[in-house]
């Protein structure tokens, strides 16, 4: 499948701003002027028995509000109905207003290695691929380098 998306991309009179999948679900966000229709006949003629469909999202927000008629009703629910202190309702809600900087989300490594277990060195290496080439590393349950090695007909050191 991916070796199909990437191929697909490359041939693309499209670029998406993204392109993330998920198992069999894709999102993507395109230029506002691009038609997602001639992305999805592209993808789809990549392929005689592989057909994508298309969901857009609908244009739906919410109506305009009052912030401060908002705001106003949310203290009064919180502090009179729901007996929230008044302080923790208006700490809250400053919080919420106030513009500041988040850390970037972590992104989940593109890759997990497996590997056999060989002592203190597994660790070292672990943290090495992690740090250097953003790889996950797992180790084989029951593998030991000696064990290869002894399995492969070489001595074990």
Not at 66 to 91: A, G, I
Request: charged share 20%; proline share 8%.
């Amino acid at each position: 499948m991916t070796d199909l998306e990437e191929t697909a991309l490359h041939t693309s009179s499209i670029t998406p701003l993204c392109w993330f999948r998920k198992v069999e679900d894709t999102f993507v966000i395109l230029q506002p002027d691009h038609d997602p229709k001639t992305i999805l006949n592209h993808l789809n003629a990549q392929h005689p028995r592989m057909q994508f469909t298309m969901e857009q999202e609908a244009d739906r927000q919410l109506p305009f509000l009052d912030l401060q008629t908002e705001l106003n009703h949310l203290r009064h629910v919180f502090t009179n109905f729901n007996k929230y202190p008044t302080s923790l309702v208006e700490q809250t809600i400053n919080i919420m207003l106030s513009p500041r900087e988040r850390p970037p989300r972590q992104q989940t490594p593109p890759f997990v290695i497996s590997l056999p277990y060989i002592g203190t060195a597994s660790h070292q290496i672990r943290r090495l691929l992690k740090h250097h080439a953003n790889i996950e590393t797992v180790f084989q349950r029951g593998r030991t380098i000696q064990n290869i090695l002894s399995a492969n007909g070489r001595p074990s050191t």
